[in-house]
């Protein structure tokens, strides 16, 4: 998301607005950030604003091999996050266009849970708006979700920027794995919560 916003709109993302409407008056049970941390702990402030969004970090170093390579990758982390907590859920909101994520919105789907995405459009895979129940596009509302302007001090810095987002769509390596909103269940039977959802 960090990364996403930078490159397409030059700002930061509103954490704070992302977690209201994710919650959107329902109990907000955990709401988790999976981040990447590096050598120079650049990430620091990021890491903070996100805790003050009250959001709880699931944080890793970033990988580096001899052959140059960097590694830092968090899918596996947040899938099996949300299979282990499934039973205590009605809904999972995963903040990420990584189409990697498409066949875990399709097991808590069978499993009858409530599955929602929100993530900007021009950074996620095609085939998530359609496998999640609800998607929101971030982009729709630049004015709610996205901070004040974020200048980028070199092409160099674009271009990294423009890497980072090549490399893995909405998780880059060093900043920011996805995070994923998770809510009480109802004690009403997935159908009836699924209809309900829809008749909105």
Not at 22 to 40: D, E, N
Not at 99 to 125: C, N
């Amino acid at each position: 998301m960090y990364y996403s916003a930078r490159y397409l709109f030059g700002r930061k993302v509103s954490f704070t607005s992302i977690v209201e409407d994710a919650v959107a008056k329902r109990r907000l049970i955990r709401a988790i950030a999976y981040v990447v941390s590096t050598k120079g702990q650049e990430e620091q402030p990021f890491f903070e604003a996100l805790q003050k969004a009250g959001i709880e970090l699931r944080e890793k170093e970033l990988m580096e091999y001899s052959s140059g390579q960097k590694k830092a990758d968090w899918d596996v982390g947040l899938a099996v996050d949300v299979i282990r907590m499934l039973d205590m859920l009605d809904v999972v909101v995963i903040v990420s266009g990584d189409g990697d994520f498409q066949p875990l919105i399709e097991y808590a789907k069978s499993r009858g849970r409530i599955v929602e995405v929100m993530s900007f459009r021009e950074t996620t895979s095609g085939k998530i708006p359609e496998a999640a129940d609800r998607y929101v596009n971030l982009s729709d509302d630049k004015k709610r979700y996205l901070l004040g302007g974020l200048r980028l001090k070199s092409a160099k810095a674009q271009e990294d920027v423009r890497t980072a987002l090549e490399r893995s769509t909405d998780s880059p390596e060093g900043v920011s794995a996805p995070g994923a909103l998770k809510r009480k269940p109802s004690a009403e039977p997935p159908e009836e919560r699924r209809r309900r959802r829809l008749s909105f």
